[in-house]
């Protein structure tokens, strides 16, 4: 079988392949192109993150037999289509899950000591105001005692959990689809602890979170819009690294501008890859291009998992 590799894999997960005698080809063919390409080289296997597009009439141009994600949604690809015209459909939904859980800690460190807005302000002014850019930041926040409101209590959803509990954090959570969930934290020692989680309505979460982080796959609506937020504590966070568009951006720089926000993160954006220059420009804002499952940790174990699921359906 010959692979596509158009947006890029670990070298552990393309050795692999290579190793079990398949022909892995790694080049960024642009979409105008990748039809054209996969049939003059009869490609079988095409692996992509977020940038390539999958969709039907890239289906119906080619003869793939394995489509491949490598990361947790499937909103570039035509998922049904492609099923219904015998492609298989794979994707790495547990692989980046603890590296996405740390970033949102990450984020929520960044905004609550101030790290978002210091090291913008360093680099130009820390040599000659010194003092005073330390007076401007010395009001700063723990985390410990907090509350994290998690909306998608998944397997993300979950590992923020896990984080949040290790900080000292009081967790609740929403999920549309669960009433409750429990949670392993294990520690370095083999010791591990369990805790149950019963979960809230969405209202609850917005009205007694101090952070307030989303999980969730791609919505034709926002989940936080001006009415949500209008919900929250005075002073709360939110913090994006699910999907552009499940957060209303207009509305979220509004509430910073105003006060009742004290921060938010955004890992996404509804116009990825050209986020709004009021977005970049704005202070209150921790902000990160799509990074949160990148980690080699994390890029190590998607190619491993989408290699072996690929000589699994070979075999099959």
Same mark, same amino acid.
């Given at each position: 079988?010959? $692979?596509?590799?158009?947006?890029?894999?670990?070298?552990?997960?393309?050795?692999?392949?290579?190793?079990? !005698?398949?022909?892995?080809?790694?080049?960024?063919?642009?979409?105008?192109? #990748?039809?054209?390409?996969?049939?003059?080289?009869?490609?079988?296997?095409? #692996?992509?993150?977020? &940038?390539?597009?999958?969709?039907?009439?890239?289906?119906?141009?080619?003869?793939?037999?394995?489509?491949?994600?490598?990361?947790?949604?499937?909103?570039? $690809?035509?998922?049904?289509?492609?099923?219904?015209?015998?492609?298989?459909?794979?994707?790495?939904?547990?692989?980046?899950?603890?590296?996405?859980?740390?970033?949102?800690?990450?984020?929520?460190?960044?905004?609550?000591?101030?790290?978002?807005?210091?090291?913008?302000?360093?680099?130009?002014?820390?040599?000659?105001?010194?003092?005073?850019?330390?007076?401007?930041?010395?009001?700063?926040?723990?985390?410990? !005692?907090?509350?994290?409101?998690?909306?998608?209590?998944?397997?993300?959803?979950?590992?923020?959990?896990?984080?949040?509990? !290790?900080?000292?954090?009081?967790?609740?959570?929403?999920?549309?689809?669960?009433?409750?969930?429990?949670?392993?934290?294990?520690?370095?020692? !083999?010791?591990?602890?369990?805790?149950?989680?019963?979960?809230?309505? $969405?209202?609850?979460?917005?009205?007694?979170?101090?952070?307030?982080?989303?999980?969730?796959?791609?919505?034709?609506?926002?989940?936080?819009?001006?009415?949500?937020?209008?919900?929250?504590?005075?002073?709360?966070?939110?913090?994006?690294?699910?999907?552009?568009?499940?957060?209303?951006?207009?509305?979220?720089?509004?509430?910073?501008?105003?006060?009742?926000?004290?921060?938010?993160?955004?890992?996404?954006?509804?116009?990825?890859?050209?986020?709004?220059?009021?977005?970049?420009?704005?202070?209150?804002?921790?902000?990160?291009?799509?990074?949160?499952?990148?980690?080699?940790?994390?890029?190590?174990?998607?190619?491993?998992?989408?290699?072996?699921?690929?000589? &699994?359906?070979?075999?099959?």
């Amino acid at each position: 079988m010959k $692979i596509l590799v158009n947006d890029g894999m670990s070298a552990a997960g393309v050795e692999l392949l290579k190793n079990e !005698g398949f022909e892995v080809i790694e080049l960024r063919v642009p979409q105008d192109q #990748l039809a054209d390409y996969i049939n003059q080289n009869q490609i079988d296997v095409l #692996l992509v993150r977020s &940038a390539t597009k999958v969709r039907k009439d890239l289906i119906d141009a080619t003869a793939l037999k394995i489509v491949g994600r490598g990361g947790v949604g499937l909103d570039n $690809i035509d998922v049904d289509y492609a099923k219904s015209k015998g492609i298989r459909v794979i994707n790495t939904p547990a692989s980046s899950s603890a590296s996405v859980g740390e970033m949102v800690i990450a984020h929520s460190l960044a905004i609550y000591r101030n790290l978002h807005q210091s090291n913008r302000k360093m680099p130009m002014d820390g040599d000659t105001k010194f003092k005073e850019l330390k007076k401007e930041y010395a009001t700063a926040y723990e985390l410990r !005692g907090k509350t994290m409101g998690v909306i998608g209590f998944g397997r993300i959803g979950r590992e923020v959990a896990k984080n949040a509990i !290790g900080l000292g954090m009081n967790v609740i959570g929403f999920d549309a689809f669960l009433k409750e969930a429990d949670v392993e934290l294990d520690f370095f020692d !083999g010791r591990n602890l369990s805790f149950h989680f019963d979960m809230k309505s $969405i209202d609850e979460v917005l009205k007694n979170s101090d952070i307030i982080t989303l999980h969730v796959p791609a919505q034709d609506h926002y989940i936080i819009g001006e009415k949500e937020i209008e919900t929250m504590k005075q002073g709360a966070v939110v913090i994006n690294t699910a999907r552009g568009g499940v957060v209303d951006e207009k509305a979220l720089l509004k509430a910073l501008d105003s006060g009742k926000l004290l921060g938010a993160a955004l890992d996404v954006f509804e116009e990825e890859p050209t986020p709004g220059m009021q977005l970049l420009m704005n202070d209150k804002l921790s902000l990160s291009p799509h990074l949160a499952g990148s980690t080699v940790e994390a890029q190590d174990r998607i190619g491993l998992e989408l290699a072996h699921q690929i000589m &699994a359906l070979s075999r099959a």
